[in-house]
C-alpha cells in the first residue's frame, strides 16, 4: 500500500503564482522527500528532508515537514511553463531497515503561461 | 558522467512471451529498486536489492522475476504469469537511506 497520499490530485495556476501541494502519511519516518516527473520520464529527486528538520529551501522550492500532523508541503514560488510535471512525496519509513522509499499518487501541476 | 541507465525505451510483448528489461548503474550505488507505473498513479515496488547476489520482493513481484550477478545491473524479467504487464517500469538506485537517482524508463505494451 502506499505510504504518502498527495492534495489536491491536480492543480492548474499561471505563470508567476505559486504553487503548494501537500502530503500525508501514516507511519514514523527517517526522512521525506520530493520528486517531480515531466511526461513519460523518469523521477527527478527535489529535496530530502529529515525527520528532525522542519523546513528547507532548494531554490524555488520550499518544504515543510509536520511529523506530529504526518504532513509535509511542498511550495513552488513564481512557477514558470517548465514547473509543468507530476510531483511526488516518498517516505522512508523508520520500520524500514534500509531505507526502501513509498511513494504517493502525485499531484500533477500545470502552469500555463 | 554517473547516471543510471535503462533500455529499451519501448518494448512490446506477444502474449505469453517472457521480456527482459535492462537496468545500469554507474553511480556506485549498493542499492537497485524497480517500480511499476500505471497511467495517472504513483510507483508501486516490485522488487528490490540491496547488495549483490540479493534481492527481495516488493509490494507486487507476483510475475516477475529478477537478478543481481553485478553490483552495476539489476535486470527485470517480465514473465507469461504476468496478466496485465502493460505500464511504464522504472529502475532506480540509490545509497542507504538516501535519494534514489531514476532511470528514463521503459514502456511495455502487449500485444
Given at each position: 500500500s502506499q505510504q504518502g497520499?498527495?492534495?489536491?490530485?491536480?492543480?492548474?495556476?499561471?505563470?508567476?503564482?505559486?504553487?503548494?501541494?501537500?502530503?500525508?502519511?501514516?507511519?514514523?519516518i527517517n526522512n521525506?522527500?520530493?520528486?517531480?516527473?515531466?511526461?513519460?520520464?523518469?523521477?527527478?529527486?527535489l529535496i530530502l528532508i529529515r525527520s528532525n528538520e522542519r523546513e528547507k529551501h532548494s531554490g524555488r522550492l520550499r518544504v515543510t515537514l509536520d511529523t506530529s500532523k504526518k504532513s509535509s508541503s511542498l511550495l513552488i514560488t513564481a512557477?514558470?511553463?517548465?514547473?509543468?510535471a507530476s510531483y511526488f512525496c516518498a517516505?522512508?519509513?523508520?520500520?524500514?531497515?534500509?531505507?526502501?522509499l513509498q511513494f504517493g499518487a502525485g499531484t500533477q501541476v500545470v502552469v500555463t503561461p | 558522467d554517473g547516471g543510471i541507465t535503462q533500455?529499451?525505451?519501448?518494448?512490446?510483448r506477444k502474449e505469453g512471451q517472457n521480456v527482459t528489461l535492462s537496468c545500469?548503474?554507474?553511480?556506485?550505488?549498493?542499492?537497485m529498486y524497480w517500480y511499476r507505473q500505471d497511467p495517472g498513479q504513483g510507483l508501486r515496488l516490485i522488487y528490490y536489492s540491496q547488495i549483490v547476489n540479493d534481492f527481495q520482493k516488493g509490494d507486487i513481484a507476483?510475475?516477475?522475476?529478477?537478478?543481481?550477478?553485478?553490483?552495476e545491473s539489476f535486470p527485470l524479467t517480465v514473465t507469461s504469469a504476468q496478466k496485465n504487464p502493460t505500464a511504464f517500469y522504472l529502475c532506480a538506485s540509490s545509497t542507504d537511506r538516501g535519494s534514489y537517482t531514476f532511470g528514463s524508463g521503459t514502456r511495455l505494451t502487449v500485444v
Amino acid at each position: 500500500s502506499q505510504q504518502g497520499e498527495e492534495d489536491p490530485q491536480a492543480l492548474s495556476i499561471q505563470e508567476g503564482e505559486n504553487a503548494t501541494m501537500n502530503c500525508s502519511y501514516k507511519t514514523s519516518i527517517n526522512n521525506l522527500q520530493w520528486y517531480r516527473q515531466n511526461s513519460g520520464r523518469g523521477l527527478v529527486h527535489l529535496i530530502l528532508i529529515r525527520s528532525n528538520e522542519r523546513e528547507k529551501h532548494s531554490g524555488r522550492l520550499r518544504v515543510t515537514l509536520d511529523t506530529s500532523k504526518k504532513s509535509s508541503s511542498l511550495l513552488i514560488t513564481a512557477s514558470r511553463a517548465a514547473d509543468t510535471a507530476s510531483y511526488f512525496c516518498a517516505t522512508d519509513a523508520t520500520t524500514d531497515s534500509w531505507g526502501k522509499l513509498q511513494f504517493g499518487a502525485g499531484t500533477q501541476v500545470v502552469v500555463t503561461p | 558522467d554517473g547516471g543510471i541507465t535503462q533500455s529499451p525505451k519501448y518494448l512490446f510483448r506477444k502474449e505469453g512471451q517472457n521480456v527482459t528489461l535492462s537496468c545500469e548503474q554507474n553511480l556506485n550505488h549498493d542499492a537497485m529498486y524497480w517500480y511499476r507505473q500505471d497511467p495517472g498513479q504513483g510507483l508501486r515496488l516490485i522488487y528490490y536489492s540491496q547488495i549483490v547476489n540479493d534481492f527481495q520482493k516488493g509490494d507486487i513481484a507476483e510475475g516477475y522475476s529478477v537478478s543481481r550477478e553485478k553490483k552495476e545491473s539489476f535486470p527485470l524479467t517480465v514473465t507469461s504469469a504476468q496478466k496485465n504487464p502493460t505500464a511504464f517500469y522504472l529502475c532506480a538506485s540509490s545509497t542507504d537511506r538516501g535519494s534514489y537517482t531514476f532511470g528514463s524508463g521503459t514502456r511495455l505494451t502487449v500485444v
